[in-house]
């Protein structure tokens, strides 16, 4: 830092903790509004010393720092959520998944054509590898594809079920209760879908081996996950293991993979990338009443990806 704009940030500390007397002032007398205006004080000077320091302008430094508070007030509320296995959240999440305003559901969905030709599915092979509660084993049933969709929590299988016999779609669709990465398949499919399941799985090459086994030549594979530059941001850098929030009021593991690691681990297996995009946060979600709050301050960011491979070998 520049020495004239040390000595000038130095002043402007003095004058946020000359303006702390009179809040604590305020707040012993309990007047609302002394300490509305003590707050005031406060903040503005504040902001003088952000200004300051950034050498931004007014506008620019205020949402700044409104996004940092929504940060830290994040930080603070997922240190308060208990640790649940994530198979526990999902059985909890599992009646009102399909109910919840997730935008990157609603971002994947947005951009799922361009990966997926829903025109041509009929008769055609498809695996479901974590299906959840039929997300995309509903539609894809309904426009004529075979499908077996697996999953390893009962609860998100039985409402996956309950939604096949409201859609009368139910003989399309053969369920299975397992866990994907011991998955033995007994066919090989034309299309493999994997939607935002396998940030959940410690062993990637696990969970592509698997579904390698379940390819032949020609098998797309579509895939899509939170983006993993967000999990990195508190993902322990050894084990790739991050904190993920599912459950309002709970914890749990999600990991780390790169697209780098995808992409190694799939070439190993016979397949290319054949298509990638992220999902970007765009400023119109963060202006709705039902997105404001978790996303206020991601506007152009990309919390989510979507990847398409092909078996070429």
């Known amino acids: 830092m520049k020495s004239q704009i040390y000595k000038e940030t130095k002043e402007k500390l003095e004058k946020i903790k000359e303006s702390l007397p009179y809040l604590e002032k305020a707040v012993k007398?309990?007047?609302?509004?002394?300490?509305?205006?003590?707050?005031?004080?406060?903040?503005?000077?504040?902001?003088?010393?952000?200004?300051?320091?950034?050498?931004?302008?007014?506008?620019?430094?205020?949402h700044d720092i409104t996004k940092k508070l929504w940060w830290f007030r994040n930080q603070e509320v997922k240190k308060e959520r208990k640790y649940k296995p994530t198979k526990e959240q999902y059985s909890l999440w599992a009646k009102r998944y399909d109910k919840e305003n997730n935008l990157l559901t609603v971002l994947e969905e947005k951009e799922i054509n361009d990966f997926i030709d829903f025109k041509k599915l009929k008769r055609k092979e498809v695996l479901d590898f974590g299906c959840g509660t039929g997300r995309y084993t509903i539609p894809l049933a309904k426009r004529g594809a075979k499908v077996i969709a697996i999953d390893l929590t009962p609860a998100m299988i039985r409402r996956a079920k309950e939604k096949a016999k409201e859609e009368s779609i139910r003989d399309n669709i053969k369920f299975k209760q397992t866990d994907i990465t011991e998955y033995e398949p007994k066919k090989k499919f034309d299309l493999i879908v994997s939607m935002l399941v396998l940030d959940h799985i410690k062993n990637l090459k696990k969970s592509i081996n698997a579904i390698s086994k379940a390819s032949k030549k020609g098998t797309d594979v579509v895939i899509s996950n939170l983006h993993p530059e967000i999990l990195r941001e508190n993902a322990d850098l050894e084990t790739g293991r991050a904190r993920g929030y599912l459950v309002e009021g709970y914890k749990t593991d999600q990991f780390c993979h790169s697209i780098e690691e995808y992409v190694d681990l799939f070439k190993k297996k016979g397949f290319v990338l054949t298509k990638i995009k992220n999902l970007i946060v765009d400023e119109k979600y963060t202006k709705m009443k039902k997105y404001k709050k978790p996303f206020s301050g991601m506007e152009n960011k990309a919390i989510g990806i979507i990847m398409k491979f092909k078996k070429i070998e």
């Open 29 to 62: 007398l309990r007047s609302k509004k002394q300490i509305e205006n003590s707050v005031g004080l406060f903040a503005w000077n504040l902001l003088r010393l952000y200004k300051k320091v950034t050498e931004k302008g007014t506008s620019e430094s205020i």
